[in-house]
């Protein structure tokens, strides 16, 4: 369970690339960000947002415990 929060919290690990992680992380979101646009509209990006904190709050929480 921990290897899976570990995971999520670092975006499918890219928070450890050697060099701009936080850019790296910015620029795999970008094209899922865009896909839920299109597909799901604004109400599905705010849904999406909301239930990603939720996830992500826990996933850091399990890893640092």
Known sequence: MKKIAFFISTLCYCGYFPKAPGTI???VSIPIIFLICYYF????L???I???FVVAVIAVRKVLM
């Open 25 to 27: 992380g910015s620029l």
């Open 41 to 44: 509209g604004f109400f599905g």
């Open 50 to 52: 909301s239930i990603s």
């Open 46 to 48: 705010l849904l999406t």
